[in-house]
């Protein structure tokens, strides 16, 4: 069955600070794949990054980084200079090719960025 | 272009008393999802659909039917309401996957939050 881990309950970092957000799945698939959305206090779900099973680039944005690894079932985000404007709530998600497109969604994890 | 829109963003109803939860979408997606968020927790997938006539249930769907008669819509209702139904609801649409840039990524709507009291 798929199943997202996020182990970090809750995170908090001073300002300038680099903070790597842990991500575990479980997927029987061979095909799938794996976000990032991000919850601002406001509540709104912001799409931050898609990454496919048959791309393992890592990839870095701006001050944001992924380092997806399959031989882990990792994929972890980090970011780099943390700013006071990244507190939120980071959701790691995985969509199976096989298993009726349903998006199942970690627990979350809650980043507080103290300036 | 407005997304998913969702209506009403917030709503407080009575233990038994039924409503139905808007949802709307413009992009001409095929599937639609609605997630509940309990506070503090990640989101649960109540029902999902890949398209018009066509649903399926999800982690939660107890309490809960929906019904997709058009590309467009994809209500949810609730009959007879309980204090455990109190929580922030999402819908979300998105194409189907593929590994062109963009696809399988959900578009969300702004959440309706529903209090059961």
């Known amino acids: 069955a798929q199943k997202v881990t996020q182990a970090q309950t809750e995170i908090s970092v001073v300002e300038k600070e680099d903070v790597t957000l842990d991500c575990v799945y479980e997927?029987?698939?061979?095909?799938?794949?794996l976000f990032w959305y991000k919850q601002p206090p406001s509540g709104e779900l912001v799409f931050l990054i898609r990454?496919?099973?048959?791309?393992?680039q890592n990839e870095i944005s701006g001050r944001y980084s992924w380092n997806f690894q399959k031989s882990t079932s990792s994929f972890n985000f980090t970011i780099t200079a943390s700013q006071v404007v990244d507190s939120a709530v980071y959701f790691c998600?995985?969509?199976?090719?096989?298993?009726?497109?349903?998006?199942?969604f970690g627990a979350g994890t809650i980043l507080r960025v103290k300036s | 272009n407005a997304g998913v829109t969702q209506t009403p963003k917030f709503r407080i109803l009575k233990i038994g008393q039924s409503m139905t939860l808007q949802c709307t979408q413009d992009?001409?997606?095929?599937?639609m999802y609605w997630y509940r968020q309990d506070p503090g927790m990640g989101l649960k997938l109540i029902y999902y659909?890949?398209?018009?006539?066509?649903?399926d249930k999800g982690e939660v769907p107890n309490g809960y039917n929906v019904s997709r008669s058009t590309t467009e819509d994809f209500p949810l209702r609730l009959e007879l309401a309980a204090p455990s139904q109190t929580s922030v609801y999402f819908c979300?649409?998105?194409?189907?996957?593929?590994?062109?840039?963009?696809?399988?990524?959900?578009?969300f709507g702004a959440g309706s939050r529903l209090t059961v009291l």
């Open positions: 979300a649409s998105r194409f189907p996957q593929g590994r062109e840039s963009g696809a399988n990524v959900l578009t």
């Open positions: 997927t029987r698939d061979t095909t799938y794949y």
């Open positions: 990454r496919n099973s048959f791309d393992e």
């Open positions: 998600a995985l969509s199976e090719a096989q298993r009726g497109n349903k998006l199942v």
């Open positions: 992009m001409n997606h095929n599937y």
């Open positions: 659909s890949v398209g018009a006539g066509i649903t």
